[in-house]
C-alpha cells in the first residue's frame, strides 16, 4: 500500500510478502497512525501464539507491508481506557 493517512478504527490486511509475512493475511486494526504505518491490534480465529494478554496481539507495520480494507464502527478498548 501506498504511504496514506490512517485514522484510529482503520483495518488493513497484512500482506505475505516482506517483513511481516508470517502474520500474512491477518487483519489489524490501527489504533495509532503512524508517519511510517500503523500500530494496532491483531484480528485472529482460534490459538495464536502471539496472543498473551487479555486475548490481544499488538504490532507495528509499515506501510509497504499491509493493504487497506475498511473502518470499524467500533474498536477494543484497554480497560484502563473505557
Not at 32 to 41: A, I, L, M, V
Amino acid at each position: 500500500m501506498e504511504k496514506r493517512e490512517l485514522e484510529i478504527g482503520d483495518v488493513l490486511q497484512i500482506t505475505p510478502e516482506g517483513d511481516q509475512g508470517h502474520w500474512g493475511g491477518m487483519l489489524i486494526v490501527c489504533t495509532e497512525p503512524k508517519s511510517w504505518g500503523c500500530q494496532g491490534y491483531i484480528l485472529h480465529t482460534g490459538d495464536f501464539p502471539a496472543v498473551r494478554f487479555d486475548g490481544v496481539a499488538y504490532r507495528r507495520v509499515k506501510f509497504e507491508d499491509m493493504e487497506y480494507v475498511g473502518q470499524l464502527p467500533w474498536i477494543r478498548q484497554e480497560k484502563e481506557d473505557e
